[in-house]
Each structure stands twice: as structure tokens, then as C-alpha cells.
T-cell receptor, first 118, second 113 residues
């Protein structure tokens, strides 16, 4: 199956700093990627939809100035958590839409990035 | 708007017993339905999906699910649980393939020896 990677897998940062998380589709081109957030023992909540070459679409209640998304190429989307605070600590998961493989239209998920803000 | 309800946040089964995870959805258009599994500190792995056609869908690791439109359900089953099935399971819905997913609350499965 298609592979989506995330980097880093774990990150610890100090309060007030910014953290960048990368999401890459390794063997297919993804015009659309999605960013989800998962709190401990909870479900995934969609944060935003990232489209290559255009601005991301944020879900209601998600601060676009705090969670900066850039989708500069067909294989890379980045999520930057700006001025991170402890309440931003969470598990961030991306998915990438594969629209070309075998005529199917499927989302593939990355392994997630655990962010801890001290 | 779409929504997904998973009945039971925790399910405990004995090894070899039937696994049944319940999922009910709400959608204003014909839904695309998914089941994913998540192991600790990992991303999501697709177990199976329903888009169109046959309502009984077979997935990986011996799991299957049946789409019942009249009941707005998409329950996941496995005839015989293995210890390796212990994980968190998520049901999800979308209105079109490749669109954003709406997830249920998840069901954590514990398998007892």
C-alpha cells in the first residue's frame, strides 16, 4: 500500500517556541492532505484540509494563525504550531489522498507525531 | 453534517471469541464508511471500507463489516479474536471518496487469554 511518513515522530519543546511537523507521501502524489489532532484516549478531530498550491481550509474552532499549514509540493505538507503552549500537547496525525493509484481514491495515514510542550 | 456513533468505548473479549464492534452513522447522502485500527502511539491502518456495491465487506486480519442502510449501521466483526487484535478501533464516514473523514469516538478492544 501507499506510504505516508511524518517527521518527527516525537518532539518536546519549551512553551513559546514553534514546532514544524512534516507529512510526506513517499510513493504517490497527494494534492490533498488532512491534519488531525488526537488527545489521549480520544478520537481524531480534523483540524484542516491542505491543498497543494492553495490556502488550507480550517475547521471551525481551529486557529489558523496558530496552526500554520503549508502544502508547497505534491508530496509534502507541513504543520507549524506557533508559540506552542502546554495545551497544544497532543498527537498530530496527517493523511494523504491518493487519487491515482489503480483508479481508487483512498486516504493513507501517517504514523503520527507526539508533541509535548513543557 | 455527518456523524458517527460507536457504542461502547471499551470491549473485552476472550481469545477465540467473536469480536463485535458497533457503529452507527448519520449522513444526508449515501455514505462511504471505513473501519480503522490504531495501535498505541501509531497512526491509523485501514481495515476495510464500503463505498458502493456489495454490502458485506471483507477486510484485513479476518475482519468484516456489513453496511445496513435501513439501520444506518456498519458493524465490524471477527469470528475469533487473537491477542494481536487488542487495539483501538475507529469507524469513520465521508460523503465521497477522498474527502475529509468524520470519526467515531473509538472502541478499545481488550483480548483476554
Amino acid at each position: 500500500g501507499a506510504v505516508v511518513s511524518q517527521h518527527p515522530s516525537w518532539v518536546i519543546c519549551k512553551s513559546g517556541t514553534s514546532v514544524k511537523i512534516e507529512c510526506r507521501s513517499l510513493d504517490f502524489q497527494a494534492t490533498t492532505m488532512f491534519w488531525y489532532r488526537q488527545f489521549p484516549k480520544q478520537s481524531l478531530m480534523l483540524m484542516a484540509t491542505s491543498n497543494e498550491g492553495s490556502k488550507a481550509t480550517y475547521e471551525q474552532g481551529v486557529e489558523k494563525d496558530k496552526f500554520l499549514i503549508n502544502h508547497a509540493s505534491l508530496t509534502l505538507s507541513t504543520l507549524t504550531v506557533t508559540s506552542a503552549h502546554p495545551e497544544d500537547s497532543s498527537f498530530y496525525i496527517c493523511s494523504a489522498r491518493d487519487y491515482s493509484r489503480s483508479g481508487t481514491d483512498t486516504q493513507y495515514f501517517g504514523p503520527g507525531t507526539r508533541l509535548t510542550v513543557l | 453534517a455527518q456523524s458517527v456513533t460507536q457504542l461502547g468505548s471499551h470491549v473485552s473479549v476472550s481469545e477465540g471469541a467473536l469480536v463485535l464492534l458497533r457503529c452507527n452513522y448519520s449522513s444526508s447522502v449515501p455514505p462511504y464508511l471505513f473501519w480503522y485500527v490504531q495501535y498505541p502511539n501509531q497512526g491509523l491502518q485501514l481495515l476495510l471500507k464500503y463505498t458502493t456495491g456489495a454490502t458485506l465487506v471483507k477486510g484485513i486480519n479476518g475482519f468484516e463489516a456489513e453496511f445496513k442502510k435501513s439501520e444506518t449501521s456498519f458493524h465490524l466483526t471477527k469470528p475469533s479474536a487473537h491477542m494481536s487484535d487488542a487495539a483501538e478501533y475507529f469507524c469513520a464516514v465521508t460523503k465521497a471518496a477522498g474527502n475529509k473523514l468524520t470519526f467515531g469516538g473509538g472502541t478499545r478492544v481488550l483480548v483476554k487469554p
